[in-house]
């Protein structure tokens, strides 16, 4: 599991991530890390993943992220 700190440094870079079996969706998602939000029980992380229209974003907290790897840009 990624700690909240290493997701937090990753707002505005177009990642990878990782995601764990119980996480809802795909098990990997790309795309840009649009921002993050403290709660009281961790980080929700904002991405808005490759190819998706404007404002399709996709949250998850951060205990579901196995993983999170910058990018190159999009191919």
Do not use: F, W
């Amino acid at each position: 599991m990624v700690k909240p700190e290493e997701l937090e440094a990753l707002v505005g870079e177009r990642v990878i991530l990782r995601l764990a079996s119980g996480a809802p969706g795909k098990h990997t998602v790309t795309g840009r890390i649009v921002g993050v939000v403290r709660a009281l029980d961790g980080l929700v992380v904002t991405v808005s993943p490759d190819g998706a229209e404007p404002g399709q974003n996709l949250t998850y907290h951060y205990h579901y992220v196995d993983s999170a790897e910058r990018a190159g840009p999009p191919s």
